[in-house]
């Protein structure tokens, strides 16, 4: 027998408590699909975002203004990079605009707008990835008391004197049924683990992409369009 049909089998003849902790854990399981989906495809599209204005900004030859014009035209499509670069620059002008020329002040105000837009971009990507640090101990905690109640169950309705001669198998066999939430929520619970962390190196990694392109557009403000 293979071994999917035998844990279907035991979900199929296991006690009712089992068989709703096994209905929550495949809930969770698609869920977690879902929103690995969900956020794989954002994750790439910001990715990809990141690449394509990486390429156009790191130009020598380069026009700022030009280049903003062009983000203009689409600013309600913006987002990562383009966003951040779109609203510095926005404040940039508008600084230059009302006769401010210290430079320190101009590239303060810029970078504290830059900042701002690299949080909220920063809270959008993390926006419900959280919630599978909720899923991922509920999982476990859901397993663990699932087998432990199951265990009960079954020692309250077999004589003591049958699993304590039992063989080893026997002993597995009575008992298997009761491990079953466990072993599921712990498998699930490794797979949340998994895509957590991945999204977790994701957002260190833009957050530390955005924070160098801030300095770096700091530096441009002092060297290049003052000097």
Do not use: W
Not at 148 to 170: G, N
């Amino acid at each position: 027998m293979e071994l999917y049909t035998y844990i279907i089998l035991l979900m199929i003849n296991s006690n009712l408590f089992i068989k709703l902790s096994s209905l929550s854990f495949f809930f969770i399981f698609i869920l977690s699909i879902i929103f690995l989906i969900y956020k794989c495809i954002l994750f790439r599209k910001y990715k990809s975002e990141m690449k394509n204005f990486c390429k156009e900004f790191n130009d020598k030859n380069i026009d700022l203004k030009e280049f903003y014009n062009k983000l203009l035209n689409k600013k309600n499509n913006l987002f990562g990079l383009s966003v951040i670069f779109f609203n510095g620059f926005k404040e940039f002008i508008f600084l230059h605009r009302k006769g401010i020329v210290d430079v320190n002040v101009v590239a303060k105000m810029v970078e504290k707008i830059m900042t701002v837009s690299m949080l909220n971009e920063l809270s959008f990507l993390n926006k419900n990835v959280n919630i599978f640090v909720f899923l991922r101990f509920f999982c476990l905690y859901l397993g663990v008391l699932s087998s432990i109640f199951s265990t009960i169950l079954v020692l309250h309705k077999i004589d003591v004197s049958i699993y304590v001669q039992s063989s080893l198998p026997m002993f597995l066999a009575l008992f298997s049924e009761t491990l079953l939430p466990l072993f599921i929520g712990i498998f699930i619970t490794f797979f949340i683990n998994i895509f957590f962390y991945k999204c977790s190196n994701f957002l260190n990694n833009t957050s530390k992409q955005y924070n160098i392109f801030i300095n770096e557009f700091i530096v441009l403000i002092y060297h290049k369009l003052y000097n």
